[in-house]
């Protein structure tokens, strides 16, 4: 399995900005895309972004479309999400996952994505 590991997540005040990233260990020929996933308290873990590892497309859960950005860098194996414009509601640990099914992008299930980031702690104060 690929090791995943996030960073740059903080505390920011509404209407701030941060940007995580997500360092993948190798680039394995079955991953054909890599997610943003986000799990608050008390609440079950949600598809935020996802990107077609090969395409290049973006998936994004419509309440983050227009304020949150995903990336990558495949020379690097890293991915991006820019996160801007923040909200209260976006208090999560965020986590990176990777996937060898494209319905995960689609469907933005998190049982379609293997390997999984121990996650970085958002926190958005009002």
């Known amino acids: 399995q690929v090791q995943l590991v996030e960073s740059g997540g903080g505390l920011v005040q509404a209407g701030g900005s941060l940007r995580l990233s997500c360092a993948a260990s190798?680039?394995?020929?079955?991953?054909?895309?890599m997610a943003w996933f986000r799990q608050a308290p008390g609440k079950e873990r949600e598809f935020v972004a996802g990107?077609?590892?090969?395409?290049?497309?973006?998936y994004y859960k419509d309440s983050v479309k227009g304020r949150f950005t995903i990336s990558s860098d495949k020379a690097k194996n890293m991915i991006y999400l820019q996160m801007n414009s923040l909200k209260p509601e976006d208090t999560a640990v965020y986590y990176c996952?990777?996937?060898?099914?494209?319905?995960?992008?689609?469907?933005?299930?998190?049982?379609?994505?293997?390997?999984w980031g121990q996650g970085t702690q958002v926190t958005v104060s009002s």
């Open positions: 996952a990777a996937g060898n099914d494209a319905l995960g992008l689609t469907l933005k299930l998190e049982r379609f994505f293997r390997s």
């Open positions: 190798e680039r394995t020929f079955s991953t054909v895309a």
């Open positions: 990107i077609g590892w090969i395409t290049s497309n973006p």
